[in-house]
C-alpha cells in the first residue's frame, strides 16, 4: 500500500512539473523566436517531446516510489527537489527569457542530478535502475539539442 501511495504523490508532482513547465514556456516551440533559430539536424519532430516527457515521467514515478519505499531519506527528497526546480526552469529561461546559455547549464545541471540518482543508487535499485534511463537517456539528447543552438545561433 505504500508503494502505491508513493507512486501517485510521484506521478501527481511529476506531472505538476511538466505542466508547470509548460506554462512558464509560453508556447515557446511555437514561437517565431523558436522556429528561426539554427536547429540541431537531429531534432526531433514536437510531438515526439510529449510522448517522450510523458513516457519518462511515468518511468521516473515508479522509479522514485520504489527508490523512496526503500530508502525513505531526506537526501532523495533533496535530489529529487532539485530535480524538480531546474526541470521546471529550464521551459522559462530557454523558450520564454531566451537565455540559451543559462539554460545550457540548467540542463547541464539537471543532467547530473539525473546521473547523481542513476549511480548513487544503482546498487539499492538492482534492475529497477532501467526505470530511469530514459530520462537521462531524454536529457543527453536535449542537452545536445540545447547545446546546438547555444553553439550555432
Do not use: D
Not at 34 to 40: F, S, V
Not at 70 to 92: C, D, E, G, H, R
Not at 115 to 122: E, R
Request: hydrophobic content about 55%.
Amino acid at each position: 500500500m505504500k508503494l502505491l501511495k508513493y507512486l501517485v504523490i510521484f506521478l501527481v508532482t511529476n506531472f505538476a512539473a511538466l505542466a508547470i513547465g509548460s506554462w512558464l514556456m509560453n508556447n515557446g516551440p511555437q514561437t517565431e523566436w523558436y522556429t528561426n533559430l539554427n536547429q540541431a539536424p537531429w531534432t526531433p519532430p514536437g510531438w515526439v517531446f510529449g510522448v517522450a516527457w510523458t513516457t519518462i515521467m511515468i518511468c521516473f514515478a515508479i522509479y522514485m516510489a520504489y527508490l523512496y519505499k526503500s530508502i525513505p531519506t531526506a537526501k532523495i527528497l533533496v535530489l529529487f527537489t532539485i530535480q524538480f526546480i531546474l526541470n521546471v526552469i529550464w521551459n522559462y529561461i530557454f523558450f520564454n527569457q531566451h537565455l540559451v546559455g543559462v539554460g545550457f547549464t540548467v540542463i547541464l545541471l539537471l543532467t547530473f542530478v539525473v546521473a547523481a540518482f542513476t549511480f548513487s543508487f544503482k546498487k539499492e535499485m538492482g534492475f529497477k535502475t532501467l526505470l530511469i534511463l530514459p530520462y537521462l537517456i531524454w536529457l543527453c539528447i536535449a542537452t545536445s539539442l540545447n547545446g546546438y543552438i547555444l553553439l550555432n545561433n
